[in-house]
Protein backbone atom coordinates (compact mmCIF):
# COMPACT_ATOMS: atom_id res chain seq x y z
CA UNK A 1 0.00 0.00 0.00
CA UNK A 2 1.25 2.97 -0.98
CA UNK A 3 1.04 5.75 1.38
CA UNK A 4 -1.12 9.32 1.35
CA UNK A 5 1.06 11.75 3.34
CA UNK A 6 0.55 12.66 6.60
CA UNK A 7 -3.44 12.96 6.66
CA UNK A 8 -5.80 10.86 8.32
CA UNK A 9 -8.35 8.96 6.36
CA UNK A 10 -11.15 10.29 8.24
CA UNK A 11 -10.14 13.84 7.71
CA UNK A 12 -10.31 12.67 4.17
CA UNK A 13 -14.13 11.78 4.47
CA UNK A 14 -16.45 14.10 2.61
CA UNK A 15 -18.04 16.81 4.94
CA UNK A 16 -21.68 15.99 5.11
CA UNK A 17 -20.13 11.76 5.76
CA UNK A 18 -18.03 13.12 8.42
CA UNK A 19 -20.30 13.10 11.15
CA UNK A 20 -19.90 9.56 12.62
CA UNK A 21 -19.36 9.27 16.79
CA UNK A 22 -16.45 7.46 16.59
CA UNK A 23 -14.48 9.40 13.81
CA UNK A 24 -16.00 11.96 12.33
CA UNK A 25 -14.35 15.15 12.39
CA UNK A 26 -17.64 17.14 12.51
CA UNK A 27 -19.00 15.05 15.61
CA UNK A 28 -18.31 17.58 18.61
CA UNK A 29 -18.93 14.87 21.13
CA UNK A 30 -17.25 11.71 19.33
CA UNK A 31 -13.75 10.48 19.90
CA UNK A 32 -12.39 11.70 16.50
CA UNK A 33 -10.16 8.34 15.74
CA UNK A 34 -7.42 9.02 13.37
CA UNK A 35 -6.01 6.30 11.31
CA UNK A 36 -3.21 6.86 9.28
CA UNK A 37 -1.27 5.01 6.69
CA UNK A 38 2.32 3.16 7.72
CA UNK A 39 3.75 0.89 5.24
CA UNK A 40 1.41 -1.80 4.82
CA UNK A 41 -0.73 -1.23 7.14
CA UNK A 42 -3.11 1.38 8.56
CA UNK A 43 -2.67 2.77 12.41
CA UNK A 44 -4.25 4.72 14.82
CA UNK A 45 -3.55 5.52 18.27
CA UNK A 46 -6.00 6.20 20.99
CA UNK A 47 -5.80 6.34 24.78
CA UNK A 48 -9.41 6.08 26.58
CA UNK A 49 -10.69 8.66 29.25
CA UNK A 50 -10.82 6.82 32.34
CA UNK A 51 -14.62 7.10 32.14
CA UNK A 52 -13.98 4.02 29.35
CA UNK A 53 -13.78 1.39 32.07
CA UNK A 54 -15.31 -2.36 32.13
CA UNK A 55 -14.35 -4.06 35.19
CA UNK A 56 -12.15 -1.69 37.21
CA UNK A 57 -8.57 -1.04 35.99
CA UNK A 58 -9.55 -1.85 32.40
CA UNK A 59 -10.68 -0.63 28.79
CA UNK A 60 -14.24 -1.09 27.98
CA UNK A 61 -15.19 -3.64 25.41
CA UNK A 62 -17.81 -1.81 23.80
CA UNK A 63 -14.94 1.09 23.05
CA UNK A 64 -12.54 -1.42 21.70
CA UNK A 65 -15.41 -2.92 19.10
CA UNK A 66 -16.04 0.74 18.13
CA UNK A 67 -12.40 1.57 17.39
CA UNK A 68 -11.87 -1.38 15.43
CA UNK A 69 -14.90 -0.52 13.54
CA UNK A 70 -14.08 2.81 12.28
CA UNK A 71 -10.80 2.05 11.76
CA UNK A 72 -11.70 -1.09 9.62
CA UNK A 73 -13.85 1.70 7.60
CA UNK A 74 -11.24 3.54 7.48
CA UNK A 75 -8.41 0.97 6.50
CA UNK A 76 -11.15 -0.39 3.18
CA UNK A 77 -11.19 3.54 1.99
CA UNK A 78 -7.27 3.74 2.08
CA UNK A 79 -6.77 0.45 0.70
CA UNK A 80 -8.90 2.50 -2.64
CA UNK A 81 -7.12 5.15 -1.84
CA UNK A 82 -3.66 3.47 -2.96
CA UNK A 83 -5.03 1.62 -5.34
CA UNK A 84 -5.88 4.84 -7.31
CA UNK A 85 -2.67 6.52 -7.22
CA UNK A 86 -3.60 8.58 -4.35
CA UNK A 87 -4.89 11.18 -6.80
CA UNK A 88 -7.25 13.49 -5.50
CA UNK A 89 -9.72 13.44 -8.24
CA UNK A 90 -12.58 12.17 -6.21
CA UNK A 91 -13.91 12.06 -2.71
CA UNK A 92 -12.47 9.79 -0.38
CA UNK A 93 -14.89 6.75 -0.57
CA UNK A 94 -16.98 5.91 2.58
CA UNK A 95 -17.89 2.58 3.62
CA UNK A 96 -19.59 1.09 6.42
CA UNK A 97 -19.71 -2.63 8.19
CA UNK A 98 -21.76 -5.26 7.19
CA UNK A 99 -20.17 -7.75 9.71
CA UNK A 100 -17.73 -7.53 12.94
CA UNK A 101 -16.29 -10.11 14.76
CA UNK A 102 -14.00 -9.01 17.62
CA UNK A 103 -11.77 -11.73 19.81
CA UNK A 104 -11.08 -10.00 23.48
CA UNK A 105 -8.00 -12.10 23.76
CA UNK A 106 -7.23 -10.59 27.26
CA UNK A 107 -8.04 -7.70 28.99
CA UNK A 108 -7.15 -4.40 28.24
CA UNK A 109 -5.00 -1.88 30.91
CA UNK A 110 -7.04 1.37 30.74
CA UNK A 111 -4.99 4.27 30.71
CA UNK A 112 -2.01 3.95 28.41
CA UNK A 113 -2.34 4.76 24.77
CA UNK A 114 -3.41 2.00 22.39
CA UNK A 115 -2.48 1.47 18.85
CA UNK A 116 -5.25 -0.14 16.50
CA UNK A 117 -3.73 -1.72 13.37
CA UNK A 118 -5.86 -2.56 10.59
CA UNK A 119 -4.74 -4.38 6.58
CA UNK A 120 -7.08 -5.13 4.02
CA UNK A 121 -6.81 -9.10 3.79
CA UNK A 122 -9.88 -9.97 0.61
CA UNK A 123 -10.70 -6.79 -0.91
CA UNK A 124 -13.32 -5.95 -4.16
CA UNK A 125 -14.21 -2.94 -5.65
CA UNK A 126 -17.02 -2.49 -2.92
CA UNK A 127 -15.98 -4.52 -0.63
CA UNK A 128 -13.09 -4.45 1.88
CA UNK A 129 -12.51 -7.82 4.27
CA UNK A 130 -10.09 -6.56 6.96
CA UNK A 131 -8.41 -8.40 9.96
CA UNK A 132 -7.50 -5.99 12.72
CA UNK A 133 -5.23 -5.56 15.87
CA UNK A 134 -5.76 -3.57 19.24
CA UNK A 135 -1.95 -3.73 21.15
CA UNK A 136 -1.20 -2.00 24.66
CA UNK A 137 2.14 -1.83 25.71
CA UNK A 138 3.23 -3.61 22.38
CA UNK A 139 0.89 -6.57 23.62
CA UNK A 140 -1.89 -7.41 21.32
CA UNK A 141 -5.13 -7.71 23.63
CA UNK A 142 -7.88 -7.81 20.92
CA UNK A 143 -8.13 -9.41 17.08
CA UNK A 144 -11.06 -8.84 15.01
CA UNK A 145 -12.22 -9.02 11.65
CA UNK A 146 -14.45 -6.36 9.94
CA UNK A 147 -16.33 -6.67 6.70
CA UNK A 148 -16.67 -3.33 5.35
CA UNK A 149 -18.65 -2.02 2.21
CA UNK A 150 -18.96 0.62 0.16
CA UNK A 151 -22.43 2.76 1.27
CA UNK A 152 -24.80 2.94 -1.38
CA UNK A 153 -24.09 5.79 -3.84
CA UNK A 154 -27.46 7.44 -3.25
CA UNK A 155 -25.83 7.36 0.45
CA UNK A 156 -23.20 9.24 -0.23
CA UNK A 157 -24.66 13.01 -1.30
CA UNK A 158 -27.89 13.03 0.21
CA UNK A 159 -30.36 14.91 -1.88
CA UNK A 160 -27.56 15.43 -4.42
CA UNK B 1 -36.32 -18.69 32.08
CA UNK B 2 -37.96 -18.05 35.69
CA UNK B 3 -38.06 -14.19 36.42
CA UNK B 4 -36.11 -12.65 38.91
CA UNK B 5 -39.18 -9.82 39.92
CA UNK B 6 -38.47 -6.20 38.24
CA UNK B 7 -34.75 -5.95 39.00
CA UNK B 8 -32.59 -4.63 36.00
CA UNK B 9 -29.67 -7.09 36.13
CA UNK B 10 -27.35 -4.71 36.13
CA UNK B 11 -28.75 -3.41 39.55
CA UNK B 12 -27.73 -7.00 40.57
CA UNK B 13 -24.16 -6.61 40.45
CA UNK B 14 -21.64 -6.40 42.89
CA UNK B 15 -20.78 -2.82 43.81
CA UNK B 16 -17.11 -3.33 43.11
CA UNK B 17 -17.99 -4.29 39.72
CA UNK B 18 -20.91 -2.15 38.31
CA UNK B 19 -18.75 0.68 37.24
CA UNK B 20 -18.84 -0.33 33.23
CA UNK B 21 -19.61 2.39 30.86
CA UNK B 22 -21.96 0.45 29.25
CA UNK B 23 -24.13 -0.78 32.13
CA UNK B 24 -22.50 -0.18 35.20
CA UNK B 25 -24.62 1.81 37.83
CA UNK B 26 -21.64 3.58 39.60
CA UNK B 27 -20.29 4.92 36.26
CA UNK B 28 -21.60 8.58 36.25
CA UNK B 29 -20.92 9.15 32.17
CA UNK B 30 -22.00 5.61 30.80
CA UNK B 31 -25.21 4.55 29.00
CA UNK B 32 -26.74 2.91 31.94
CA UNK B 33 -28.34 0.00 29.65
CA UNK B 34 -30.89 -2.15 31.82
CA UNK B 35 -31.62 -5.78 30.91
CA UNK B 36 -34.58 -7.21 32.25
CA UNK B 37 -35.64 -11.04 32.05
CA UNK B 38 -39.18 -11.33 30.18
CA UNK B 39 -40.00 -14.85 29.79
CA UNK B 40 -37.63 -16.90 28.18
CA UNK B 41 -35.46 -13.47 26.79
CA UNK B 42 -33.37 -11.13 28.70
CA UNK B 43 -34.95 -7.45 26.50
CA UNK B 44 -33.24 -3.55 27.56
CA UNK B 45 -34.81 -1.18 25.72
CA UNK B 46 -32.80 2.05 24.94
CA UNK B 47 -32.96 5.15 22.63
CA UNK B 48 -29.54 6.58 21.39
CA UNK B 49 -29.10 10.57 21.92
CA UNK B 50 -28.48 12.22 18.88
CA UNK B 51 -24.23 12.13 19.21
CA UNK B 52 -24.51 8.60 18.22
CA UNK B 53 -24.41 9.14 14.50
CA UNK B 54 -22.52 7.01 12.17
CA UNK B 55 -23.79 8.79 9.08
CA UNK B 56 -26.76 10.91 9.08
CA UNK B 57 -30.03 9.93 10.30
CA UNK B 58 -28.67 6.39 11.38
CA UNK B 59 -26.50 4.96 14.67
CA UNK B 60 -23.26 4.27 15.71
CA UNK B 61 -22.24 1.16 14.56
CA UNK B 62 -19.92 0.88 17.44
CA UNK B 63 -22.88 2.00 19.75
CA UNK B 64 -24.72 -1.32 18.36
CA UNK B 65 -21.97 -3.15 19.26
CA UNK B 66 -21.61 -2.07 22.55
CA UNK B 67 -25.01 -2.64 23.79
CA UNK B 68 -25.24 -5.85 22.82
CA UNK B 69 -21.60 -6.63 24.11
CA UNK B 70 -23.40 -5.35 27.46
CA UNK B 71 -26.81 -7.17 27.15
CA UNK B 72 -25.19 -10.39 26.67
CA UNK B 73 -23.10 -10.44 29.74
CA UNK B 74 -26.30 -9.97 31.77
CA UNK B 75 -27.85 -12.24 29.90
CA UNK B 76 -25.53 -15.12 30.52
CA UNK B 77 -25.36 -13.91 34.41
CA UNK B 78 -29.64 -14.16 34.01
CA UNK B 79 -29.29 -17.68 33.09
CA UNK B 80 -27.48 -18.43 36.38
CA UNK B 81 -29.78 -16.43 38.34
CA UNK B 82 -32.58 -18.75 36.99
CA UNK B 83 -30.77 -21.84 37.25
CA UNK B 84 -30.38 -20.74 41.50
CA UNK B 85 -34.04 -20.51 41.81
CA UNK B 86 -33.10 -16.84 41.83
CA UNK B 87 -32.08 -17.61 45.78
CA UNK B 88 -29.96 -14.56 46.54
CA UNK B 89 -27.60 -15.83 48.79
CA UNK B 90 -25.01 -15.36 46.61
CA UNK B 91 -23.69 -12.61 43.88
CA UNK B 92 -25.30 -12.47 40.59
CA UNK B 93 -22.04 -13.83 38.85
CA UNK B 94 -20.10 -11.15 36.94
CA UNK B 95 -19.23 -12.38 32.68
CA UNK B 96 -17.15 -10.74 30.69
CA UNK B 97 -16.92 -11.35 26.46
CA UNK B 98 -14.67 -13.20 25.10
CA UNK B 99 -15.66 -13.08 20.95
CA UNK B 100 -18.33 -10.72 19.61
CA UNK B 101 -19.85 -10.90 16.44
CA UNK B 102 -22.22 -8.52 15.07
CA UNK B 103 -24.24 -8.09 11.08
CA UNK B 104 -25.26 -4.75 10.49
CA UNK B 105 -28.07 -6.51 8.12
CA UNK B 106 -29.75 -2.92 7.54
CA UNK B 107 -29.24 0.79 8.59
CA UNK B 108 -30.72 1.30 12.44
CA UNK B 109 -32.77 4.34 12.46
CA UNK B 110 -31.52 7.24 15.13
CA UNK B 111 -33.94 8.63 17.45
CA UNK B 112 -36.62 5.96 18.19
CA UNK B 113 -36.32 3.40 20.83
CA UNK B 114 -34.03 0.32 20.25
CA UNK B 115 -35.28 -3.52 21.64
CA UNK B 116 -31.90 -5.18 22.69
CA UNK B 117 -32.66 -9.11 22.91
CA UNK B 118 -30.80 -11.87 23.94
CA UNK B 119 -31.42 -15.63 24.71
CA UNK B 120 -28.45 -18.39 25.72
CA UNK B 121 -28.20 -20.68 23.58
CA UNK B 122 -25.36 -22.90 24.73
CA UNK B 123 -23.75 -22.73 28.24
CA UNK B 124 -22.05 -24.24 31.20
CA UNK B 125 -20.79 -23.25 34.65
CA UNK B 126 -18.85 -20.54 33.25
CA UNK B 127 -19.66 -19.82 29.80
CA UNK B 128 -22.29 -19.02 27.53
CA UNK B 129 -23.19 -18.42 24.32
CA UNK B 130 -26.03 -15.65 23.64
CA UNK B 131 -27.68 -14.75 20.79
CA UNK B 132 -29.16 -11.55 20.39
CA UNK B 133 -31.09 -8.81 17.87
CA UNK B 134 -31.26 -5.24 17.96
CA UNK B 135 -34.90 -3.87 16.76
CA UNK B 136 -36.11 -0.51 15.89
CA UNK B 137 -40.02 -0.36 15.07
CA UNK B 138 -40.02 -3.84 15.18
CA UNK B 139 -37.97 -4.68 12.40
CA UNK B 140 -34.60 -6.33 13.40
CA UNK B 141 -31.40 -4.52 12.25
CA UNK B 142 -28.71 -5.87 13.99
CA UNK B 143 -27.59 -9.94 15.13
CA UNK B 144 -25.10 -10.71 17.29
CA UNK B 145 -23.50 -13.76 18.78
CA UNK B 146 -21.48 -13.12 22.25
CA UNK B 147 -19.18 -15.89 24.23
CA UNK B 148 -19.70 -14.66 27.99
CA UNK B 149 -17.37 -15.98 30.18
CA UNK B 150 -17.25 -16.05 34.15
CA UNK B 151 -14.61 -13.84 35.61
CA UNK B 152 -11.96 -15.32 37.68
CA UNK B 153 -12.29 -15.57 41.20
CA UNK B 154 -9.65 -13.73 41.45
CA UNK B 155 -10.84 -10.73 39.83
CA UNK B 156 -14.48 -10.59 41.35
CA UNK B 157 -13.29 -9.42 44.88
CA UNK B 158 -10.15 -7.23 44.38
CA UNK B 159 -8.37 -7.68 47.27
CA UNK B 160 -10.57 -10.21 48.80
Redesign the interface.
Known amino acids: MSTSGTAAIQNLYPD ?2 A ?4 C ?1 RN ?4 HHLKSYVEGEDVVARFTPES ?6 GFV ?4 L ?3 V ?2 HATATAAAADLAASGDKNDRPVP ?1 Y ?9 LK ?1 TALGAELEIRGRVKEQSERKKVVDLTVSVAGTVTVRAEAVAVR ?1 PRN ?1 ER ?1 GG
Do not use: K
Open positions: DLHCFGGNPHGQYVSLPYGGLASLDCRVTAALRVEYPIMP
